[in-house]
Protein backbone atom coordinates (compact mmCIF):
# COMPACT_ATOMS: atom_id res chain seq x y z
CA UNK A 1 0.00 0.00 0.00
CA UNK A 2 0.99 3.57 -0.35
CA UNK A 3 3.31 5.32 2.22
CA UNK A 4 4.18 8.32 3.12
CA UNK A 5 7.20 8.72 5.45
CA UNK A 6 8.11 12.17 6.66
CA UNK A 7 11.60 12.22 8.77
CA UNK A 8 11.57 12.55 12.64
CA UNK A 9 8.43 13.74 14.19
CA UNK A 10 10.57 16.97 15.20
CA UNK A 11 13.51 18.73 14.39
CA UNK A 12 15.34 21.20 16.01
CA UNK A 13 17.70 23.90 14.35
CA UNK A 14 19.38 27.07 15.25
CA UNK A 15 18.48 30.09 13.74
CA UNK A 16 20.02 30.85 10.52
CA UNK A 17 21.22 27.81 9.97
CA UNK A 18 19.70 25.66 6.97
CA UNK A 19 16.76 23.47 7.94
CA UNK A 20 16.19 20.03 6.02
CA UNK A 21 12.65 18.22 5.90
CA UNK A 22 12.10 14.67 4.49
CA UNK A 23 9.63 13.15 2.70
CA UNK A 24 9.61 9.63 1.42
CA UNK A 25 6.95 7.99 -0.65
CA UNK A 26 6.83 4.11 -1.59
CA UNK A 27 4.70 2.34 -4.38
CA UNK A 28 3.35 4.85 -6.30
CA UNK A 29 4.77 7.73 -8.81
CA UNK A 30 2.83 10.62 -8.41
CA UNK A 31 2.75 13.71 -11.39
CA UNK A 32 3.22 16.29 -8.37
CA UNK A 33 4.00 16.31 -4.61
CA UNK A 34 2.62 19.68 -2.14
CA UNK A 35 4.74 21.04 0.86
CA UNK A 36 2.10 22.69 2.91
CA UNK A 37 2.79 24.12 6.90
CA UNK A 38 0.42 24.16 9.79
CA UNK A 39 0.75 26.14 13.14
CA UNK A 40 -0.76 24.88 16.18
CA UNK A 41 -4.64 25.37 16.22
CA UNK A 42 -4.41 26.46 12.48
CA UNK A 43 -5.22 24.84 9.29
CA UNK A 44 -2.33 23.76 6.64
CA UNK A 45 -1.39 26.71 4.54
CA UNK A 46 0.12 25.69 0.69
CA UNK A 47 3.48 26.64 0.35
CA UNK A 48 4.97 24.55 -2.75
CA UNK A 49 3.91 22.41 -5.29
CA UNK A 50 6.41 20.38 -7.38
CA UNK A 51 5.72 18.60 -10.28
CA UNK A 52 7.84 15.19 -11.43
CA UNK A 53 9.16 17.13 -14.48
CA UNK A 54 11.03 19.29 -12.00
CA UNK A 55 13.86 18.64 -10.59
CA UNK A 56 14.15 21.66 -7.57
CA UNK A 57 11.53 24.85 -6.88
CA UNK A 58 12.22 27.74 -4.94
CA UNK A 59 10.11 30.31 -3.16
CA UNK A 60 11.97 33.51 -0.90
CA UNK A 61 14.10 30.81 1.59
CA UNK A 62 12.18 28.05 0.79
CA UNK A 63 13.43 25.37 -1.69
CA UNK A 64 11.94 21.83 -2.61
CA UNK A 65 13.65 18.75 -4.48
CA UNK A 66 12.26 16.36 -6.15
CA UNK A 67 14.03 12.82 -6.95
CA UNK A 68 11.53 10.62 -8.30
CA UNK A 69 14.49 7.67 -8.60
CA UNK A 70 14.65 7.74 -4.84
CA UNK A 71 11.13 8.42 -4.38
CA UNK A 72 12.05 11.48 -2.19
CA UNK A 73 11.46 15.44 -1.74
CA UNK A 74 13.67 17.64 0.33
CA UNK A 75 12.17 20.59 1.63
CA UNK A 76 14.85 23.29 2.55
CA UNK A 77 14.50 26.84 4.59
CA UNK A 78 17.05 28.51 4.62
CA UNK A 79 18.46 31.42 6.72
CA UNK A 80 16.11 29.93 9.26
CA UNK A 81 13.93 32.39 11.35
CA UNK A 82 11.84 31.23 14.91
CA UNK A 83 8.87 32.29 12.77
CA UNK A 84 9.84 29.53 10.83
CA UNK A 85 9.03 27.02 13.99
CA UNK A 86 5.98 24.77 12.73
CA UNK A 87 4.68 21.50 11.12
CA UNK A 88 5.65 20.63 7.82
CA UNK A 89 3.56 18.35 5.86
CA UNK A 90 3.97 16.83 2.27
CA UNK A 91 1.52 15.58 0.32
CA UNK A 92 0.49 13.70 -2.37
CA UNK A 93 -2.20 13.26 -4.58
CA UNK A 94 -3.06 9.31 -5.45
CA UNK A 95 -5.99 9.27 -7.05
CA UNK A 96 -4.65 10.91 -10.13
CA UNK A 97 -7.79 13.83 -9.97
CA UNK A 98 -6.11 16.27 -7.62
CA UNK A 99 -9.07 15.57 -5.36
CA UNK A 100 -7.52 13.16 -2.90
CA UNK A 101 -4.76 14.34 -1.16
CA UNK A 102 -2.81 11.86 0.87
CA UNK A 103 -1.23 13.92 4.02
CA UNK A 104 2.36 12.48 5.12
CA UNK A 105 2.53 12.65 9.25
CA UNK A 106 4.74 16.04 9.80
CA UNK A 107 7.68 17.04 10.96
CA UNK A 108 7.69 19.67 13.62
CA UNK A 109 10.16 21.80 13.15
CA UNK A 110 11.64 24.50 16.17
CA UNK A 111 14.25 26.70 15.14
CA UNK A 112 15.75 28.31 18.44
CA UNK A 113 17.14 31.76 19.02
CA UNK B 1 -11.68 38.07 4.51
CA UNK B 2 -12.03 34.86 5.35
CA UNK B 3 -11.23 32.65 2.48
CA UNK B 4 -12.36 29.07 3.85
CA UNK B 5 -14.57 29.73 7.47
CA UNK B 6 -16.30 26.69 9.27
CA UNK B 7 -18.71 26.48 12.44
CA UNK B 8 -18.11 26.09 14.64
CA UNK B 9 -15.09 26.70 16.17
CA UNK B 10 -15.27 24.18 18.96
CA UNK B 11 -18.53 21.48 19.56
CA UNK B 12 -18.43 19.40 22.51
CA UNK B 13 -21.30 16.83 22.34
CA UNK B 14 -22.20 13.52 23.69
CA UNK B 15 -22.32 9.99 22.26
CA UNK B 16 -25.44 8.60 20.48
CA UNK B 17 -26.48 13.16 19.49
CA UNK B 18 -26.25 14.47 15.79
CA UNK B 19 -23.96 17.17 14.61
CA UNK B 20 -23.33 19.10 11.32
CA UNK B 21 -20.16 21.19 10.75
CA UNK B 22 -20.94 23.93 8.17
CA UNK B 23 -17.77 25.27 6.16
CA UNK B 24 -18.24 28.47 3.35
CA UNK B 25 -15.45 29.31 1.11
CA UNK B 26 -15.49 33.01 -0.88
CA UNK B 27 -13.07 31.81 -3.45
CA UNK B 28 -15.06 30.63 -5.71
CA UNK B 29 -13.56 27.52 -6.30
CA UNK B 30 -14.92 24.37 -7.65
CA UNK B 31 -13.86 21.70 -5.00
CA UNK B 32 -14.44 21.53 -1.36
CA UNK B 33 -13.17 18.87 1.13
CA UNK B 34 -13.52 17.21 4.29
CA UNK B 35 -10.78 15.94 6.12
CA UNK B 36 -10.28 14.69 9.48
CA UNK B 37 -6.93 14.91 12.01
CA UNK B 38 -6.51 13.07 14.76
CA UNK B 39 -4.84 13.07 18.23
CA UNK B 40 -1.79 12.27 16.58
CA UNK B 41 -1.81 15.12 14.08
CA UNK B 42 -2.70 12.97 10.92
CA UNK B 43 -4.54 14.42 8.49
CA UNK B 44 -6.77 12.19 6.37
CA UNK B 45 -8.98 12.87 3.30
CA UNK B 46 -12.84 11.90 3.98
CA UNK B 47 -15.04 13.69 1.21
CA UNK B 48 -13.93 15.70 -1.85
CA UNK B 49 -16.90 17.01 -3.93
CA UNK B 50 -17.08 18.87 -7.24
CA UNK B 51 -19.93 19.91 -9.22
CA UNK B 52 -22.03 17.14 -7.78
CA UNK B 53 -19.18 14.61 -8.36
CA UNK B 54 -18.72 12.93 -4.28
CA UNK B 55 -15.21 10.85 -3.78
CA UNK B 56 -15.74 9.13 -0.37
CA UNK B 57 -12.49 7.84 1.06
CA UNK B 58 -12.91 4.22 1.74
CA UNK B 59 -12.62 4.35 5.60
CA UNK B 60 -14.66 6.54 5.93
CA UNK B 61 -17.96 5.24 8.03
CA UNK B 62 -21.75 6.24 6.74
CA UNK B 63 -22.69 7.91 9.90
CA UNK B 64 -20.95 10.90 7.84
CA UNK B 65 -22.23 13.07 5.04
CA UNK B 66 -21.59 15.73 3.24
CA UNK B 67 -23.86 18.21 1.87
CA UNK B 68 -23.49 20.71 -0.35
CA UNK B 69 -26.31 23.63 -0.92
CA UNK B 70 -24.54 25.34 -3.09
CA UNK B 71 -20.59 25.48 -4.58
CA UNK B 72 -19.68 27.54 -1.61
CA UNK B 73 -21.09 25.33 0.62
CA UNK B 74 -20.04 21.94 2.10
CA UNK B 75 -21.21 21.27 5.30
CA UNK B 76 -20.61 17.74 7.36
CA UNK B 77 -23.30 15.88 9.18
CA UNK B 78 -22.61 13.30 11.65
CA UNK B 79 -24.87 10.76 12.95
CA UNK B 80 -24.64 8.70 16.26
CA UNK B 81 -21.80 10.06 17.34
CA UNK B 82 -19.36 7.93 18.90
CA UNK B 83 -15.86 8.65 21.08
CA UNK B 84 -13.82 7.89 18.27
CA UNK B 85 -14.92 10.49 15.94
CA UNK B 86 -13.27 12.55 18.28
CA UNK B 87 -10.81 14.92 16.19
CA UNK B 88 -10.61 18.43 14.89
CA UNK B 89 -12.24 18.39 11.33
CA UNK B 90 -11.15 20.79 8.53
CA UNK B 91 -12.57 21.74 5.36
CA UNK B 92 -10.57 23.31 2.51
CA UNK B 93 -11.25 23.86 -0.92
CA UNK B 94 -9.50 24.09 -4.40
CA UNK B 95 -10.00 25.32 -8.01
CA UNK B 96 -10.39 22.49 -10.18
CA UNK B 97 -10.79 23.22 -13.94
CA UNK B 98 -8.07 25.05 -16.54
CA UNK B 99 -5.59 22.15 -16.07
CA UNK B 100 -4.40 22.00 -12.51
CA UNK B 101 -3.17 20.58 -9.68
CA UNK B 102 -3.55 23.10 -7.76
CA UNK B 103 -3.14 23.93 -4.04
CA UNK B 104 -6.17 23.68 -1.18
CA UNK B 105 -6.39 26.24 0.96
CA UNK B 106 -7.52 25.53 4.22
CA UNK B 107 -10.52 26.47 7.03
CA UNK B 108 -9.16 27.53 10.82
CA UNK B 109 -10.81 23.45 11.79
CA UNK B 110 -13.48 22.36 14.08
CA UNK B 111 -12.17 20.83 17.47
CA UNK B 112 -15.15 17.50 17.92
CA UNK B 113 -15.06 16.79 21.31
CA UNK B 114 -17.29 13.58 21.93
CA UNK B 115 -18.23 12.31 25.44
Known amino acids: SQKIEQNSEALNIQEGKTATLTCNYTNYSPAYLQWYRQDPGRGPVFLLLIRENEKEKRKERLKVTFDTTLKQSLFHITASQPADSATYLCALDLSGSARQLTFGSGTQLTVLP | DTAVSQTPKYLVTQMGNDKSIKCEQNLGHDTMYWYKQDSKKFLKIMFS???????INETVPNRFSPKSPDKAHLNLHINSLELGDSAVYFC??????????????FGPGTRLTVT
Open chain 2, 92 to 105: ASSQDTGGGPYEQY
Open chain 2, 49 to 55: YNNKELI
